[in-house]
Structures are given as structure tokens and as C-alpha cells.
């Protein structure tokens, strides 16, 4: 469904993504782990554009882009096709949750704002907030404003969604909410790529993990196997220090 070719992005004289070759099939859940700053949540970033790779290719679909001399219209195009789930919320302060989520629908989808408030409700009931729709963002805690960033996210109704640490930024009682909320998307084969410290979340709904550094994908595989029987001894010691275990 979604490959990406020899993707490279740089920062500076940083290299943060050096060659990256990827395939992400339909419906698949892929949970991407791995030290700070070796270059995950670039990926993520790349992948609908809010960071323009150097260079490399992106196959969606019938959408092919060559991110060197990527067109304004193909950025749209990509960005139409996938959805993003941020880490520290990205709500509008001055909005509502239901105009919240409807605000894409409205400006990018042309849907008429009384169909889009509709469907900005059904999204919110589906993620625990259907009594929440005219609460402001200071109003919610931030395990509910996360929750409406996927129900924003839901509502691109996109190939993939992408998800930026979205527990890494919440108190330890908000957590378990959002990863109850993506265990459900997980369970109705929405396409996801999650980028996260949370293993258990990994070991329980990923199809595929891949372990990141250094701007390269080291090694990937199921959890079963990753976890409990990683080769690359980079992988084991990486997973030695965040399990406290003898991988």
C-alpha cells in the first residue's frame, strides 16, 4: 500500500534519515522503537510532508512522488491521504472538540458544516467523548484532548494515520485511554505507523516493529520475534535497557 525508496533527510550536516526503504501494507499496525533522536518521528513526518525528505520516493495508492521535486499539488495529495496524531495535541485553543474535528472536513473536504458537525459527533462518541462536543481544549484533561486529535485524525478518513508519541506527553492515568482508543482502531485494521515508547502497546497490537538508529532501520520483525529474540545486538541493547531484561 505505502512504500517509501531510499528516503534521506538531512538537517544541517545531520543526516536524520539515511536511505530509508519501507513497505507498509493495508490495514497493517506498525510500531516503530528506538532511541531519541535517531530519526522516528522525522519518518513520520515525512511521510505526509511536514518535513520535505531530500530526497527519495513515496508510493501511495496510485500516488507516486519524487520528494526531491515534489509539486505544491502532490504535497496536497499525499497529505489527503494520510493522517497525523501529534504529541502534544495541536488543538485549536478557540475551537470546540466537534469544530475541532469538522475543521478539515469543512476547509479541506467542502463538506457543508452541518453535515460536518454530524460527523464530528459520531467520531467523538467513538472515541469516549460524545458528551464532550462543545468542551473547549482548557476544558478537557489531556487524555481527552488526545482523544480528539484521533477523532480529528479519524475524521481525514485517510489511508494511513500516523502517530507521533501520543502518550508521551500525557500523566501516567491518561494513558491507558489513548492506547485503549488506537487498540480499537488497531482491531478494525486501520492502517497505522506509531512511533512510541510504550512496549507493551508494541508486544500487543503491532503486526510488525521496526528498531530504529542512527537514521536507519536496523531490524524489524513481530513482536514475538523482536522482542524476545532480536539479532542485531544493537536491537538487544537498546531493549536490554528499556525492558531491564536479558534480550
Same mark, same amino acid.
Request: aromatic share 6%.
Given at each position: 500500500?505505502?512504500?517509501?525508496?531510499?528516503?534521506?533527510? @538531512?538537517?544541517?550536516?545531520?543526516?536524520?534519515?539515511?536511505?530509508?526503504?519501507? @513497505?507498509?501494507?493495508?490495514?497493517?499496525?506498525?510500531?516503530?522503537?528506538?532511541?531519541?533522536?535517531?530519526?522516528?518521528?522525522?519518518?513520520?513526518?515525512?511521510?505526509?510532508?511536514?518535513?520535505?525528505?531530500?530526497?527519495?520516493?513515496?508510493?501511495?495508492?496510485?500516488?507516486?512522488?519524487?520528494?526531491?521535486?515534489?509539486?505544491?499539488?502532490?504535497?496536497?495529495?499525499?497529505?489527503?491521504?494520510?493522517?497525523?496524531?501529534?504529541?502534544?495535541?495541536?488543538?485549536?485553543?478557540?475551537?470546540?472538540?466537534?469544530?475541532?474535528?469538522?475543521?478539515?472536513?469543512?476547509?479541506?473536504?467542502?463538506? +457543508?458544516?452541518?453535515?460536518?458537525?454530524?460527523?464530528?459527533?459520531?467520531?467523538?462518541?467513538?472515541?469516549?467523548?460524545?458528551?464532550?462536543?462543545?468542551?473547549? +481544549?482548557?476544558?478537557?484533561?489531556?487524555?481527552?484532548?488526545?482523544?480528539?486529535?484521533?477523532?480529528?485524525?479519524?475524521?481525514?478518513?485517510?489511508?494511513?494515520?500516523?502517530?507521533?508519541?501520543?502518550?508521551?506527553?500525557?500523566?501516567?492515568?491518561?494513558?491507558?485511554?489513548?492506547?485503549?482508543?488506537?487498540?480499537?482502531?488497531?482491531?478494525?485494521?486501520? @492502517?497505522?505507523?506509531?512511533?512510541?515508547?510504550?512496549?507493551?502497546?508494541?508486544?500487543?497490537?503491532?503486526?510488525?516493529?521496526?528498531?530504529?538508529?542512527?537514521?536507519?532501520?536496523?531490524?524489524?520483525?513481530?513482536?514475538?520475534?523482536?522482542?524476545?529474540?532480536?539479532?542485531?545486538?544493537?536491537?538487544?541493547?537498546?531493549?536490554?535497557?528499556?525492558?531491564? @531484561?536479558?534480550?
Amino acid at each position: 500500500m505505502i512504500t517509501l525508496s531510499r528516503l534521506v533527510k @538531512t538537517f544541517g550536516n545531520s543526516t536524520v534519515l539515511d536511505g530509508i526503504d519501507l @513497505t507498509i501494507e493495508k490495514g497493517e499496525i506498525i510500531v516503530v522503537i528506538g532511541p531519541s533522536g535517531t530519526g522516528k518521528s522525522t519518518l513520520l513526518r515525512c511521510i505526509n510532508m511536514l518535513e520535505t525528505p531530500d530526497s527519495g520516493e513515496i508510493s501511495l495508492n496510485k500516488l507516486r512522488i519524487d520528494f526531491a521535486k515534489a509539486s505544491r499539488a502532490e504535497q496536497l495529495a499525499l497529505r489527503r491521504n494520510t493522517a497525523f496524531v501529534f504529541q502534544n495535541y495541536a488543538l485549536f485553543a478557540n475551537r470546540t472538540a466537534r469544530d475541532n474535528v469538522a475543521e478539515r472536513l469543512i476547509v479541506v473536504d467542502g463538506w +457543508p458544516r452541518a453535515r460536518a458537525h454530524a460527523r464530528a459527533m459520531e467520531l467523538l462518541e467513538r472515541v469516549g467523548l460524545g458528551d464532550r462536543g462543545n468542551a473547549y +481544549p482548557s476544558a478537557l484533561s489531556g487524555g481527552q484532548q488526545q482523544r480528539v486529535g484521533i477523532a480529528r485524525a479519524m475524521a481525514a478518513d485517510a489511508e494511513v494515520i500516523l502517530f507521533d508519541e501520543p502518550t508521551s506527553a500525557l500523566d501516567p492515568e491518561w494513558v491507558e485511554e489513548v492506547l485503549g482508543v488506537m487498540k480499537q482502531l488497531a482491531s478494525q485494521r486501520q @492502517t497505522m505507523m506509531v512511533v512510541t515508547h510504550e512496549m507493551q502497546f508494541a508486544r500487543d497490537v503491532a503486526d510488525r516493529v521496526i528498531f530504529m538508529e542512527g537514521g536507519r532501520i536496523v531490524e524489524q520483525g513481530p513482536p514475538d520475534q523482536l522482542f524476545s529474540d532480536p539479532k542485531d545486538p544493537r536491537t538487544r541493547s537498546f531493549l536490554r535497557k528499556v525492558l531491564g @531484561t536479558s534480550a
